[in-house]
């Protein structure tokens, strides 16, 4: 069987390079059965003292390295900067990566799923939303893995919510997430039908131990 290839969104504040070292043990974990391919965010993000930067489990820069730092999309406009929890009318750059994601996709794809961190997770449920909305033809992604995702609190954001998205989903969260506490991810799993949670006992970061295998692959066996 040839494995599914899967394109990777990163967080807030990372890059496609340290996302990758970030998400080794997934790729270890899931090695027969996914080919994951990493984006960057179009947008570097200034670094800021007041913001709490998306790591995992407080590490710093990989070998990867977050020393280009990349967002998706701002919340403050004026500040070039985000927050998940900042309410806002509207946003910024958000139409320069979806421009990004369509380009990856003719260049590199076709891919069977898309795969989000925090930030990413949040943005690959727009980008389903998009698809689902057949305003990007180029998108065939056949089911999505948000991690630690959430709803954006922007208001030009909300058209992407209703009606709930067909795609197959898997939502996974940490219960002692302190970037994007868990009741934050709850709240996405309406905008999904049928959603399969996987919740882990730990933080913001991918969760990949042998315990997790089950549910990642019991998830994925469909579309193989």
């Not at 080794?24 to 947008?43: D, I, M, T």
């Not at 998306?54 to 390295?65: F, H, I, L, Q, V």
């Not at 882990?200 to 315990?211: E, M, N």
Request: proline share 8%; aromatic share 10%.
């Amino acid at each position: 069987m040839a494995p599914l290839r899967v394109l990777c969104i990163h967080g807030y504040r990372q890059n496609g390079s340290s996302y990758r070292e970030k998400t080794g043990a997934l790729r270890k974990l899931l090695k027969k059965q996914v080919e994951f391919v990493y984006l960057s965010a179009p947008h570097s993000v200034q670094q800021a003292s007041s913001e709490a930067p998306e790591k995992e489990n407080g590490s710093g820069p990989g070998p990867g390295g977050d020393e280009d730092p990349r967002g998706w999309w701002f919340s403050d406009v004026q500040a070039r900067s985000f927050s998940a929890q900042q309410h806002c009318e509207e946003s910024l750059g958000l139409d320069e990566s979806v421009t990004a994601v369509r380009e990856a996709v003719k260049v590199q794809g076709p891919f069977d799923g898309i795969l989000g961190f925090s930030q990413g997770a949040a943005f690959v449920a727009m980008l389903c939303s998009l698809q689902e909305q057949k305003l990007e033809p180029e998108f065939s992604f056949r089911f999505a893995i948000l991690v630690a995702g959430f709803r954006s609190a922007c208001k030009e954001h909300q058209k992407f919510y209703n009606p709930p998205l067909q795609i197959p989903s898997l939502h996974v969260f940490g219960l002692e997430d302190r970037v994007i506490p868990d009741n934050m991810s709850r709240e996405l799993l309406p905008s999904f039908q049928d959603p399969q949670v996987l919740t882990h006992p730990g933080g913001h970061f991918v969760p990949a131990v042998s315990a997790h295998r089950p549910a990642y692959q019991d998830f994925l066996k469909r579309f193989q």
